[in-house]
């Protein structure tokens, strides 16, 4: 069992362990010893992260471990992730690092690191970190130092490295979209996209207004972005924009808003793309994946057009694994991680938008027509505390109010009923056609569960 990487690398408070200096020095000198030992030669790592104040140093310590242990390493300074994911792949690098929390707040930070396929790396490997981490004497080290240095050796990198990803997604990725005359307000979360993003757009011809990209390493995802889309809806409203873009700290998903102000989730994007890719007969499989969070509107709508909708558990790891499985081109998350894993294997926020345009484009018609057809079904969540993690299925209550609930339901409803995997709650989710129905069975059954299993 790894103890320190999750789904998503390693996350947590910036400064202390295992996200403080001297520690982040040290993942950086067992990943390239890891590498080395693995490739027979000194490996090659890229390294980018967004805006938080924390970055730059974390940076700095794990160039130095890194360089410490032989490897080469060049940055992208501010990067998103996916940006990391897609240079480790072309340049080619032997890993790419991304020193970023997401959509957390700026007092957090985390390490993904990228194989150069663009997938996350290998558990094996996150365990022999691990493993260095905790043991701090297979891999000897100096005291932390020489970190700004390492970052001033690399700063010809950024321009480079950036410009490289830019020509990608304004060039391959684009396929020739004119945004001209075209209304769109960004929201950079004043995180990795804030520089990117308007160049990208601006590149295509867009009438573009673009707030929150003004990052001060404590305001990224701080009331905007993809978690606080109502500033986005009230500028795209005022504007009559054509469309609102949301995306999170790290650029890996969007959220939409149309022109009528309404919010486009992950759903309703997965929703538009499918049929897109369904109409220039791309859509492989007639299959789209996605996680056991997707709204049963998604399912119904889908079934409605002959796609069939494949689910995984939540975590954009789970997605890809099923999408490479199945053969698949499209799958996603509610939260707006998109995958097209014939482009890359690492959600992009910035592909999925243009990928957004141009079903706009081919269509001729806005995001708020193409989104007809499918219906987010209402749904409550309920936690329930519990003093221990017993399978539900050895609860023959539970399993009798699951039965009677599941039957009530019928096809137009659904229950997922799941334990936290970080806390100790049982969590009851429940779709349907009617809230105040829903809501009474979600009572009904927390009920039961406390009852069972509760504190």
Partial sequence: MKRLFGTDGMRGE???????????????????????????????????????????????????????????????????????????RTLPADAGVVISASHNAYQDNGIKIFAPSGRKLDDETERLI?????????????????????????????????????????GEISQGLSLKGKRLVLDCANGAAAAIAPELFNRLSADLTVINNTPDGRNINLGCGSLHTEGLQKEVKRQAADLGVAFDGDADRA?????????????????????????????????????????????????????????????????????????????????????????????????????ILQAMSAAGKPLHELTDGFESLPQILVNVAVKFKRPFADVPAIQDAVREIEA????????????????????????????????????????????????
Avoid: C
């Avoid at 709204?295 to 796609?307: M, P, T, V």
């Avoid at 049982?426 to 009617?434: D, L, P």
């Fill in 255 to 355: 959220l939409f808003v149309d022109t009528r102000g309404r919010l486009v989730d992950g759903d309703a994007s997965l929703w538009v793309l499918a049929r897109h890719l369904q109409a220039r007969r791309e859509l492989k499989q007639e299959t789209v994946v996605a996680t056991v969070m997707s709204n049963i509107g998604l399912e119904l709508a889908f079934n409605s057009a002959g796609i069939r909708l494949v689910r995984t558990d939540v975590g954009d790891k789970y997605v890809l694994e099923e999408l490479l499985r199945l053969g698949a081109s499209l799958g996603g998350e509610q939260s707006g991680h998109i995958i097209f894993p014939g482009i890359s294997l690492a959600g992009d926020g910035l592909i999925t938008t243009l990928s």
């Fill in 408 to 455: 009530s339901l019928g096809s137009r409803g659904r229950l997922l009923l799941r334990y936290s995997g970080t806390e100790s709650l049982a969590r009851v989710m429940i779709e349907g056609e009617s809230q105040p129905a829903i809501e009474r069975l979600a009572t009904r059954l927390a009920a039961v569960i406390q009852n069972e299993l509760g504190v």
């Fill in 130 to 170: 691990e493993s260095d981490i905790f043991a701090q004497t297979n891999i000897a080290l100096s005291p932390v130092a020489g970190t700004k240095s390492a970052l001033r050796e690399s700063e010809n990198d950024a321009n480079e490295l950036r410009g490289r990803y830019l020509d990608f997604l304004a």
């Fill in 14 to 88: 910036a400064g202390t362990f295992p996200l403080d200096a001297a520690t982040i020095e040290i993942v950086g000198a067992s990943l390239a010893a890891r590498l080395a030992r693995k490739l027979g030669r000194a490996p090659l790592l890229v390294i980018g992260r967004d805006t938080r104040e924390s970055g730059e140093s974390l940076e700095g310590s794990l160039l130095a471990g890194a360089r410490h242990a032989g490897a080469q390493a060049k940055t992208a300074g501010v990067m998103t992730t996916p940006g990391v994911a897609y240079l480790t």
